[in-house]
Each structure stands twice: as C-alpha cells, then as structure tokens.
C-alpha cells in the first residue's frame, strides 16, 4: 500500500509537468518500509531529513530499561551469566509493582512492539521487586538444604537472604556491594515466601518532543574538521553529520580516545579496531591512534579485553588492532606510526602462534570476534575450555590478515616478510579447506567439539564480510556468498539460524557495524541487492531512532528487546561513515594509492561530493557523478587517470572527479525467515545405549562419530557398537527440524575401554602438594603460579604407539566464567611436541569446581617419555599478576593409531 501510495503520487507530479526532483527519489523498499532521499516510512512511522543538518522522528524514544537478577547470600545463583530479567521504564512518576517472579524461573518475554514518540515527563518511578522463594523454603524444610538453578547447593543453617543487583542506579552488578547491608535486601514481612524491596529509579525522555509532537535532532557540534558531503540525497546527508556529531561524543575528555558507546565508555580493543577500519581512520586518525595505543600493555603487547574464562587464549580476537593500525598507516603515510606498531604487532603474533596455532588444521583456535557471550553463540554444553578449542571463522580471518598486513608491513620497512606470508596462507588454507560449506557455499561459523570437530551448519556475517574484504575467500566464492548469505527484513543478522531460548542479543540480532561490513563485502562482490538492502537497513534504524542503536532485534527492527543496547555505538557510527567512504565513494587504502571504486544503487544516482578529505599529504575534494559499479572516467586536476588510484605521495589540493557508466550488476540476495533450530539434546550413555530426551519440533536425530555421521534414528536412543573401542570415541547427535534446520551437536560423550586410559596423580611429579580445597581425586593437588612449580615434570609409559589425547583436571577460582583475565596457561612437552595447556576460571573464589583442560593430540611410540609442564613468557596472560591453577591429575588417552 505504501507503494502505490508513492507511485500515484510520482505520477501526478509527472503529469502535471513537475521535474522528477520534485518527487522523493525511492532508495530501498520493503514489504514493512521503505527509504526514499528524504525520509524514511515504516507503517505510521516516519522519520524525514527537513535539511542536512536536521533529522526528526515519530518513532517511540529508548525507555528507562533496569536489567536485574536475584541473588542468595550474595552469589550469582538464580540465572546463567547473561540470563538477566529486563523491565523497562516510562518517563513518568508514579510507582511499579512487578510481576512475582519465581526465584531462577525462567519465562519467556515476548518482544516489545514499537509505539509512537509521545511527551512523558520526567521523574521519580518507585519499583517494588517481587520474588516468590517458596521453592527454596520448601526445600529447606523437606531437605534442609537447596540446590539453586546456578552455583553450589545451600545448607538452610547458611542462609543470610535475598538480594538484587542490576544495571540501572540505585543497582549495581557488585554481588559483594550488593550483599554488604540491608540497602539491596529483600525481606518478606507477611511470611508468606514472597520476599520484596522497594527501590527509586530516576526515568526522564532521552530526545524530548518538539511541538509538533516529534523528536528532533539537529546538529550541535562543528563538524568542519571532517569531510564535508553534500549529494542529492538529503537523508544520507543528514545521517552523515548525524554520525560526525557523535564521533565528537565518543571522544573522551580524559584522554582523547574513543569510547565504546554512550553506555560504554571505556576503550574496548575490538570496537575502537572495528570503527577505525571502517572509517575512523581517515577521519580522526589522532584519536585513532590515541586509542590503539590505550590497548597496549606495558610488555608491548596487544591488549585482549577481559572476556569468556579468564581473556587470552581463550577470546582471541585482539589482533583486530593490527587490521585497525595499518588502516591508520595507509591512510595518514606516518612512519613513525609504523616503526611504533610493527614490533607491537610481531610481539603479540608471536605470542599468539604459541598459544593459538593449530598446525594439523592451518588455523587458530579462540571465540568468536565480537561475539563473547558465549550462550549468545555457543550450545550450552561449551565452556569455556571448549570455547578456546573452537576455530571460527571470524577470528581466523583476523588472524590471516594479520600476518598478512605482518608480512606487508616488513617490506615497507626493508625486512623479510615471507615468514608472516607463509603464515597468513597456512591459515587462509585452513579456512578454505574446514570452514568452507560447499552444499550452502557459505563459510560455517566455526569447528567445535573436543578430540573431533565438526563445522556447524550455520553462517555468520562479520567472518564472511572480512573473508570477501580480506581476500581470504576465492574471488571464485565471493559471488555465491553474497548470494547465498542469508538476510532478513530488518537487517543481516549476526549469524543465521538463531539459537532457540536464547534472547536477541548476537543471537536473533542485527547488529549495524556488522551491516556496514556486510554491505561493503557485497558491493565487492558485486551484488546489487545485497548492497541496496545493506544501505536501506543501516539508514532506516539510524533515522527512526535518531541515533547510531548498538543493535535491535532481527525480527521487529526495534532497539527494544536485545539484551543490552546503547546510543552513539562507536562502531554504528563508523558504520554510516563508512557506506558513504566504503560503497557509494568506494575508497580503498593501499599501500602505492587510493584507489576508488564507488557501487551506487540506481535510486542514489545524482551528483555527489566529499570536500575536504585529507589523504596522507593531500586534501582532495572527490565528486561521483551518475550510479554504477563501473568508472567511465576519472580525473585529478582535470587530467585523466589510467587507473582509478590517487598516488600516495600526492601533495596539496586537489580535484578528483569520477563519472560512472549507470551500468550495475544484477546478482541475488537470498531474503529468509528468522528461524531457530531444534534444541540441543542432552545425551547420556546408559549402558550400551545413548539416550536422551525427545527434543520439541525435531523429526530426526543425527549420530555422529568422531565427527562422522554413522546413522539417523527417528526415536531419541541408539544402540552402540557391542565391542569397546580400543581408543576414544566421541558421540554426539543432533537434531532436525521439520525445515531441515539443525540444533547443535550434542556435548560429547566419551566411549573408551579402560586399558586406553591412564591418569598420573599430582604427587607422581615429586612436588609438595596441598589439600585446602576440596574435590581432588588423590592424595592433594600441584599449587601451580608464577613463583610456585613453574616447571615440573614426570615419566609417563605408553604400551602401544599411537596418537594420544593429554589434558589435565584442574581447578581455578580466580574469576567467573564470563569475564576477567585470569586464564591459567602452561606449555606442555612430551615426545618432542610443544603446546599448550589452557585452564580457564571456573568461577570466583570457586576452588572445590575442577574440569578438564584442552585436551593436546600427540603421537609418542611405545615406550617411556618426559612430560614437562612449564611456565614461560609466552604463557603470560593479560592479567600479567596472577597465572594460577590447582592441578589434580594429567589424563592420557590413546585416541588412533
């Protein structure tokens, strides 16, 4: 209806004689909005562009939005990290009382549907929080002890009370700031088991009404450093300046680095690495710099932030600074910069081939880049020992543009730089070879498992945008990706299908910065549509809400409903600038030029310019003429160019002027339903059988087998093989939907015979041991730090030749599971092979919790060897202080011949 709406109009302007430019140009449209070059108009929403400078909206402002949990006895007990319950606030006094929530209960929260912009004044909300403990009570008298959804179980003599922490002031997250008074302490008066606390909440509209009923936003800052850009398109411009504002917002005044998001102030590695290539680089490139050189540590390497188990090894993705720095290189031409960055890099890439380089598979192990929540992305089964197992697409694409840009930066240097080359094409090898998805022609998300991995049959956008960017991906692979990636109406989703039960967030979630890359990876594919689309999410969410959203739901397209979001996210920001700089100017930095390549839908065709862009040693002032992937002609300074490169060592102002053919590819995007896969099933081995319960929609089961699929059942049980291995199996099932969508695989259940299992006790290593924390399996455990056993070691015997699986049970207590940068890691050798043992945290202040490490894979004959566990500087973790761990027993296993 909004079409024709639109086309009727268009056609009486038309008869009436009027020029077409008197009718808004259509931009991109969909079944639910559509983006023309002065507004946006999703149902009654409406956002317009009145001028370049000014935006307004109808759409709902961002609510007051107050995540929470409950806690016993001060402990993170009620729900999984990141489980939290969300109410949201309107701007208005008054008081709320909550729904009774059931202590660790989990209920479904139906998405939030969008309203309209509407003034609510601001005030004093006062909130009475309800929690029904009745469980726990009743427990208590039945057991006289409870066991809660999460944590250790507590005995009724130990109960101190209830608690809330959250997100929102007067709450704080601190579980020992919350627990320290009465302040945070729900009590039940009545006695009735329904304990309660009333608490006040400060709400007030973040973008007030204008008189007209609408929110407005104009520009306040001097955007003048920047490049100017002026087009036909009066929505694109406005939403440029919009995003320059907010670059100037993200600049702390402490220090001159950028900061996250409005929410987010701090320096993030990951997100300042992110925005400054996507277009901080030629924007602010001192600020760049500024923050880079905040994510340094003081030995000279790159920063990982706190992240799952305790940080490095096991979130590896820091190396995004090397991809950001160099951008700052191509751009700006500083040597110095490069004398600076290049030794900071190598450091870190060193330290990373030891502690992440899988040479079997060519590739590196470690989560997700960007996405470290782990139940975001992960199956639940996957801690965060697993995780570090994991090898993602993302992050080893990060990784073989590392040692790529390693490799380039060498010879701009005069070194050797065929170690970095060898190592770049080693891993791209092995993305090419494992992640790749023929029967989809998609990259997986990663290889997951234990002692086998298999790739899981679900994409992600940011790993396959920088595969098409980074060269990674065949350019044979590059038209079939931007073909077959799956989008959805709002946006491309972070990965695809979405995990049931899980709340938007990277899960169910469109995130704009990984738009803005998806989008500049189609215009290098050429795809038309995937571009079109790409532009048209990114400018609907910014223009409605008036600001650059962190992320919204995949499914609604509203900033609502995600499990946290900001205003002014850095990189959402950079985003914008970027389909400006990156697609409709197509700048590329190299290292002899510039190179231009602009990819302009039809409906963005007209005259364009960017003034005052400062190139190196040059300011250019560059206008596109027309739409098109292709240059007719290219100009400097009225002369034309052979190829469409602005040499590097140009000097001064200058003219650029391109003129396009009109011509554009057609390509295809491939447009899905948000769909989620089947549950997980939980397997459990009884007897000679694995069953596990049935799992909701799910219509078969597939067993796999040391990451091989050995038979499809329809009922939830399969009946094993009669005879033991000789070595270790590894089974797993997953299930299918009626879609042919399927869950993850199952965490694996371990089939071996005894005789192909031997373990060495901490005391067979000759140390004092110690026995203060509980769950050992022997006579104590190996105090293992920096100043304590940094070295230590044992004979072990082997009757068989063979492939072998070496881990050790451990404990360490030195921080949560989901944060921190406290990860124990040694370097094990045995039979002449060097690798590394990861022990991640396993909960704060937790020491009677022990698990497995990472499990190595070594080929010893028959015989008896040395196996030395060892500290050294390329064990360092991001903590720096503390390396710790308590080891019980070293676990062999013979896997194969």
């Known amino acids: 209806m909004q079409r024709i709406f639109f086309l009727i109009g268009a056609a009486l302007l038309l008869a009436a004689g009027l020029p077409s430019s008197s009718f808004a140009q259509m931009l991109y449209e969909s079944d639910r909005f559509y983006v023309t070059d002065t507004s946006v108009v999703q149902g009654d929403f409406r956002a317009t562009a009145p001028s370049r400078t000014t935006l307004t909206s109808n759409y709902q402002r961002e609510r007051t939005a107050v995540n929470f949990k409950f806690s016993i006895n001060g402990r993170d007990n009620e729900r999984p990290s990141g489980d939290d319950i969300r109410l949201r606030l309107s701007p208005a006094g008054g008081d709320v009382l909550t729904p009774v929530y059931v202590f660790g209960e989990r209920s479904p929260q139906p998405f939030p549907e969008p309203g309209f912009a509407a003034a609510r004044p601001s005030g004093t909300m006062n909130v009475t929080f309800r929690v029904d403990m009745r469980p726990m009570l009743r427990s208590f008298r039945e057991n006289g002890v409870y066991d809660p959804p999460s944590g250790d179980p507590i005995a009724e003599e130990d109960f101190q009370g209830v608690y809330i922490v959250g997100d929102t002031a007067p709450l704080t997250w601190s579980l020992e700031e919350a627990s320290s008074g009465d302040r945070f302490r729900l009590t039940d008066p009545d006695g009735d088991g329904v304990y309660s606390l009333t608490l006040p909440f400060e709400t007030r509209d973040l973008r007030p009404l204008n008189d007209e009923g609408v929110a407005v936003w104009s520009l306040d800052r001097d955007v003048s450093q920047f490049p100017e850009l002026e087009s036909d398109q009066r929505l694109v411009d406005a939403l440029y300046n919009l995003s320059l504002e907010e670059v100037l917002q993200n600049i702390r005044e402490e220090d001159g680095a950028f900061m996250a998001g409005k929410k987010w102030t701090g320096v993030w590695t990951r997100d300042i690495s992110y925005s400054i290539l996507l277009s901080l680089a030629l924007v602010a490139p001192e600020q760049a710099k500024t923050s880079l050189r905040a994510k340094v540590d003081e030995a000279g390497r790159i920063i990982q932030d706190t992240g799952t188990g305790g940080s490095w090894p096991i979130s590896s993705d820091r190396m995004t600074w090397a991809l950001a720095a160099w951008e700052v290189y191509l751009t700006t031409g500083d040597q110095d910069w490069l004398e600076e960055i290049y030794p900071i890099i190598r450091r870190s890439a060193e330290a990373d081939q030891h502690a992440l380089y899988d040479a079997e598979t060519g590739l590196v192990h470690g989560e997700s880049s960007f996405m470290d929540w782990r139940e975001q992305s992960y199956p639940d089964w996957m801690d965060p020992r697993d995780i570090y197992l994991s090898q993602t697409l993302s992050t080893n694409v990060v990784h073989a543009r590392t040692y790529q ?122 795809n038309t549509p995937g571009v079109e689309h790409g532009l048209g999410t990114m400018y609907r969410a910014a223009a409605l809400f008036l600001t650059n959203k962190e992320n919204l739901v995949a499914q609604t397209g509203h900033f609502e409903g995600t499990q946290i979001n900001s205003d002014r996210q850095l990189w959402s920001v950079a985003g914008t600038l970027a389909s400006v700089y990156r697609v409709l100017f197509g700048m590329r930095f190299e290292r002899d030029g510039l190179r231009i390549r602009p990819f302009i839908p039809e409906g963005y065709t007209g005259t364009r310019t960017l003034r005052g862009v400062a190139y190196r040693e040059a300011t250019l002032d560059i206008t596109v003429r027309g739409h098109g992937s292709r240059i007719v002609q290219i100009t400097l300074d009225g002369e034309a160019l052979d190829e469409p490169v602005i040499p590097a060592d140009l000097t001064g102002e200058h003219e650029v002027r391109v003129v396009m053919t009109g011509g554009l590819p057609n390509g295809q995007m491939r447009m899905v339903e948000n769909r989620y896969t089947p549950d997980t099933p939980h397997v459990e081995r009884d007897g000679d059988r694995l069953m596990w319960p049935a799992v909701d929609g799910a219509v078969t089961y597939r067993v796999v087998r040391n990451s091989e699929t050995v038979d499809t059942v329809e009922e939830p049980r399969f009946r094993l093989p009669s005879t033991a291995p000789g070595a270790l199996h590894e089974y797993q099932v997953a299930a299918t939907g009626e879609e042919g969508l399927e869950s993850f695989l199952s965490e694996p259940v371990r089939v071996v015979s005894e005789d192909a299992v031997r373990t060495i006790p901490a005391d067979a290593f000759g140390q004092a041991l110690a026995t203060a924390d509980p769950g050992f399996t022997g006579d104590g455990y190996l105090p293992l730090s920096k100043r304590e056993n940094t070295s230590v070691e044992v004979d072990v015997t082997v009757e068989e030749s063979g492939m072998y699986a070496i881990d050790v049970r451990y404990a360490n207590g030195h921080g949560p599971v989901n944060t921190s940068n406290k990860a124990a890691i040694r370097t094990l050798e045995v039979g002449g092979t060097r690798d590394i043992i990861v022990m991640p945290q396993r909960g704060a202040g937790v020491w009677n919790d022990w698990g497995y490490s990472n499990p190595v894979h070594v080929r010893l004959p028959a015989g008896t060897h040395t196996l030395r566990l060892r500290y050294t500087d390329l064990d360092e973790n991001m903590n720096r202080e503390t390396n710790a761990a308590h080891l019980d027993h070293v676990r062999i296993t013979r896997i194969g011949l």
């Open 405 to 526: 840009i390693l490799a380039e930066m060498a010879e701009e240097l005069g070194r050797n730089g065929e170690r970095w080359r060898e190592i770049a094409g080693s891993i791209r090898d092995g993305i090419n070879e494992h992640l790749w998805l023929e029967d989809q022609g998609l990259y997986s998300e990663f290889r997951y498992g234990r002692n086998a991995d298999s790739a899981v049959p679900r994409t992600e956008a940011l790993g396959s945008a920088l595969a098409i960017l980074s060269g990674v991906a065949p350019e044979s692979r590059r038209e079939r990706m931007a073909r077959n990636h799956p989008v959805v109406e709002f946006g491309v989703p972070s990965f695809w299908p979405y995990i049931p039960d899980i709340p938007p967030y990277h899960n169910a979630g469109y995130w704009p910065f990984v738009g803005a890359y998806w989008t500049w990876a189609s215009a290098e594919a050429d």
